[in-house]
């Protein structure tokens, strides 16, 4: 073989060994799960999850470990399994469907429409680890029902520690934390003046 043709091989060879030192594994894929709570008497009879917003911060695939010291955290072969905000949306539907046994919770984006007796928007502004391995969930929430003039704002912040120190404990205590934001939003729904 000649040297030109060594060299080529060899440098294919390289290139090839290269490439393949760059490409990373399938990455692991995570899902939020609904967390059961204590259900309440009353409520409206049809209740529609309207607008789910997040933080621009966490429209991303890889899940965000941090916000802390001005800068994000992310593992780059940890992702969510769907978009954060459809997987958001429909934990808490399915959250409020088991806190208000006799209401029926329609998501806006769904197949099935039907006239609310009551409407709810939420924007998560945090859902990630602070300092002391916290996960802090911060949301603002707006319960419209029908018939009243003003909706009802609420602002809930929720920090739960996380069980094991890893991205499985991070979404362990997200799944907790938008579970104990399905009981705030279950105790307004219940008391309020559409209940039943």
Do not use: H
Request: proline share 5%.
């Amino acid at each position: 073989m000649s040297r030109r043709a060594c060299a080529c091989l060899f440098g294919a060879l390289s290139l090839t060994a290269a490439l393949g030192a760059c490409s990373s594994p399938d990455p692991k894929l995570y899902t939020i799960a609904p967390v059961t709570g204590a259900a309440k008497i009353g409520g409206p009879k049809i209740i529609v999850l309207e607008r789910v917003e997040i933080a621009s911060y966490l429209q991303r695939s890889q899940i965000v470990r941090s916000s802390e010291d001005y800068r994000l955290d992310l593992k780059s072969n940890d992702w969510w399994g769907d978009a954060l905000g459809q997987m958001l949306r429909r934990t808490l539907q399915q959250e409020l469907g088991q806190r208000l046994p006799q209401s029926v919770v329609l998501s806006e984006t769904g197949a099935v429409t039907a006239s609310p007796d009551a409407t709810i928007d939420v924007d998560f502004q945090r859902l990630d680890e602070d300092r002391s391995g916290n996960v802090v969930l911060q949301a603002q929430v707006s319960v419209s029902l029908k018939g009243q003039k003003a909706p009802t704002l609420r602002s809930f912040r929720f920090a739960v520690p996380l069980p094991v120190p890893d991205v499985t404990g991070e979404v362990t205590a997200i799944s907790a934390a938008v579970g104990q934001l399905a009981d705030g939003l279950a105790s307004v729904l219940a008391s309020s003046n559409g209940s039943r």
